[in-house]
T-cell receptor
Framework: KQEVTQIPAALSVPEGENLVLNCSFTDSAIYNLQWFRQDPGKGLTSLLLIQSSQREQTSGRLNASLDKSSGRSTLYIAASQPGDSATYLCAANYGNNRLAFGKGNQVVVIP | EPEVTQTPSHQVTQMGQEVILRCVPISNHLYFYWYRQILGQKVEFLVSFYNNEISEKSEIFDDQFSVERPDGSNFTLKIRSTKLEDSAMYFC??????????????FGEGSRLTVL
């Protein structure tokens, strides 16, 4: 079964610290992996998409790495801000955009 | 910036009633999806739709569910006779495709369905 796990489930950090969010997937036969942000009661905002052939992808303060062979991806958020408080979801794409989601990393950035 | 829009944002219905959730995907996208998220649980795939037919569906998408693209812009999810366990946030998503249909997926804000 294609399971996606995110650790830690929740974390709080003081403003300015770097965030490291981990995602692991059991089946490494992915086409790509997508990171999303979800605010409470809201939709999913796409942050980064990493193709299976890529090692990392960057957008502003966000950097996502992918190690397909070991079934892991990491999302780094540099110099965290209170506005970064949200739940971050990773989703592995096994083809035809049938995404397998993790349960999310719930982040609180303390001012 | 183009976005996926969904209506209604919240619907409350009685068990056994029919519900239609509506979505307007991004205009040049060709592939459409419904996902759902039961409170506190993972986001789950329901169905994918391309070229006016279902491409793939999950085991959740039983005979009570149907999808339709009634015109050139709307994409709907119908639940024929709602059950308590259908209470969830339903997300519509779309993509332009890409190799093996693995392009970036864009989600709407969701429709929260509460079944009483």
């Amino acid at each position: 079964k294609q399971e996606v796990t995110q650790i830690p489930a929740a974390l709080s950090v003081p403003e300015g610290e770097n965030l490291v969010l981990n995602c692991s997937f059991t089946d490494s036969a992915i086409y790509n992996l997508q990171w999303f942000r979800q605010d409470p009661g809201k939709g999913l905002t796409s942050l980064l998409l990493i193709q299976s052939s890529q090692r990392e992808q960057t957008s502003g303060r966000l950097n996502a790495s992918l190690d397909k062979s070991s079934g892991r991806s990491t999302l780094y958020i540099a110099a965290s801000q209170p506005g970064d408080s949200a739940t971050y979801l990773c989703a592995a794409n096994y083809g035809n955009n049938r995404l397998a989601f993790g349960k999310g990393n719930q982040v609180v950035v303390i001012p | 910036e183009p976005e996926v829009t969904q209506t209604p944002s919240h619907q409350v219905t009685q068990m056994g009633q029919e519900v239609i959730l509506r979505c307007v995907p991004i205009s040049n996208h060709l592939y459409f999806y419904w996902y759902r998220q039961i409170l506190g649980q993972k986001v789950e795939f329901l169905v994918s739709f391309y070229n006016n037919e279902i491409s793939e569906k999950s085991e959740i998408f039983d005979d009570q569910f149907s999808v339709e693209r009634p015109d050139g812009s709307n994409f709907t999810l119908k639940i024929r006779s709602t059950k308590l366990e259908d209470s969830a946030m339903y997300f519509c998503a779309s993509t332009s495709g890409g190799r093996l249909n693995t392009g970036e997926l864009f989600f709407g804000e969701g429709s929260r369905l509460t079944v009483l």
